[in-house]
C-alpha cells in the first residue's frame, strides 16, 4: 500500500511567482494537513482539510491556499513567492479530522517538496 | 504565550547508552503528545503517543513519560544503535482543538556513536 505521495519533490522559482505542490494521502484517509518546515525548525501547521472542507489554518498569510479534491487528494497553492518561503512543504494525512472527533490525530507524513525561492 | 521548546542542542552518546530527550510547554492543556522520528530529506515518522492520564508508554527500546504537572515529556531509547541516530519531534495537540494541528518542537538531533 502506497505512503503519502507529494510531487515535486525538489523545484527551486523566484521571487514573486507561484507555486503548486501536490499530495496524495494513504488510501482511506480522508484527512489532509499541511505544514512548512524551515531549516533547523520543527514543522509549523499551515491547513488542515477534511472531506474537502478547510478544518483549520495555521498562521500563514492569504498568499497560501490549499484545497482538496473529491478522491481526497490535495493541492497547496502559494501566490508572490517570497525568499522567506523556501523551506521543507510537508503533507501529512490521516484517518479523520471531522468536526468533534476527539480522538489523536497520528499523522502520516509524505517525504515532502523542497522549495527553493531565489 | 504557548511555546513547546526541545535541547536546541545535539544529543551525542555512545551506543548501547540510553538517550533521553525532553520536551517541554508551556501555556497549553494538550490531551496526548506525540513523538516522531525524522531523517534528513525526509517527513517525520510517527513513533509514540501518550495521553494526558498516561504516565508512561514503552514500545520496544523507546520510553515516553508525560508529567502534567511539570509540563514536561522525556523520550528515552535504551541500548541506543547509530541507526537511532535522527530527529526527534515531539508534538502537542489541544484536547478542545478537533482541526487536528499540532504543533511541533523545533527538534532534538541525536547522534549514537559506534
Known amino acids: 500500500d502506497a505512503g503519502v505521495t507529494q510531487s515535486p519533490t525538489h523545484l527551486i522559482k523566484t521571487r514573486g511567482q507561484h507555486v503548486t505542490l501536490r499530495c496524495s494521502p494513504i488510501?482511506?484517509?480522508?484527512?489532509v494537513s499541511w505544514y512548512q518546515q524551515v531549516l533547523g525548525q520543527g514543522p509549523q501547521f499551515i491547513f488542515q482539510?477534511?472531506?474537502?472542507?478547510?478544518?483549520g489554518r495555521g498562521n500563514f498569510p492569504d498568499r497560501f491556499s490549499a484545497r482538496q479534491f473529491p478522491n481526497y487528494s490535495s493541492e497547496l497553492n502559494v501566490n508572490a513567492l517570497l525568499l522567506g518561503d523556501s523551506a521543507l512543504y510537508l503533507c501529512a494525512s490521516s484517518l479523520d479530522g471531522a468536526a468533534g472527533y476527539s480522538g489523536a490525530n497520528v499523522l502520516t507524513f509524505g517525504a515532502g517538496s523542497r522549495l527553493t525561492v531565489l | 504565550s504557548q511555546k513547546i521548546e526541545q535541547n536546541s542542542e545535539a544529543l551525542n552518546i555512545q551506543e548501547g547508552k540510553t538517550a533521553t530527550l525532553t520536551c517541554n510547554y508551556t501555556n497549553y492543556s494538550p490531551a496526548y503528545l506525540q513523538w516522531y522520528r525524522q531523517d534528513p530529506g525526509r517527513g517525520p515518522v510517527f513513533l509514540l503517543l501518550?495521553?494526558?492520564?498516561?504516565k508512561e508508554k514503552r514500545k520496544e527500546r523507546l520510553k515516553v513519560t508525560f508529567d502534567t504537572t511539570l509540563k514536561q515529556s522525556l523520550f528515552h531509547i535504551t541500548a541506543s544503535q547509530p541507526a537511532d541516530s535522527a530527529t526527534y519531534l515531539c508534538a502537542l495537540a489541544s484536547g478542545s482543538s478537533n482541526t487536528g494541528k499540532l504543533i511541533f518542537g523545533q527538534g532534538t538531533t541525536l547522534q549514537v556513536k559506534p
Open positions: 488510501s482511506g484517509h480522508k484527512s
Open positions: 501518550i495521553r494526558e492520564n498516561e
Open positions: 482539510y477534511y472531506e474537502k472542507e478547510e478544518r
